[in-house]
């Protein structure tokens, strides 16, 4: 038996297409519907946590680990 499940391994796969994974997807798409519905203002972190948190099971580090990587702010290895 794997180490990981099927669906968690497949979450952390980058598509061929774009280099996102499944996770990233959602953060994008949750990200753009809540700036469609605030009428184009900022979303806060917060607020996109909490959306996020509907459709999957993440912590607040994953997904700040997430939009460090989407936005290239990534911090230095210490």
Known sequence: MSAFPRDELLD???DVRDGLTRVERIILKVLHDTQQELGGRSVSTIMLYG?????IDISQDEL?????????????PN
Request: aromatic share 0%; charged share 25%.
């Open 12 to 14: 952390t796969i980058p």
């Open 51 to 55: 959306r996020v948190c509907e459709i």
């Open 64 to 76: 700040q680990r997430h939009l460090q990587r989407l936005t290239g702010k990534l911090n230095p």
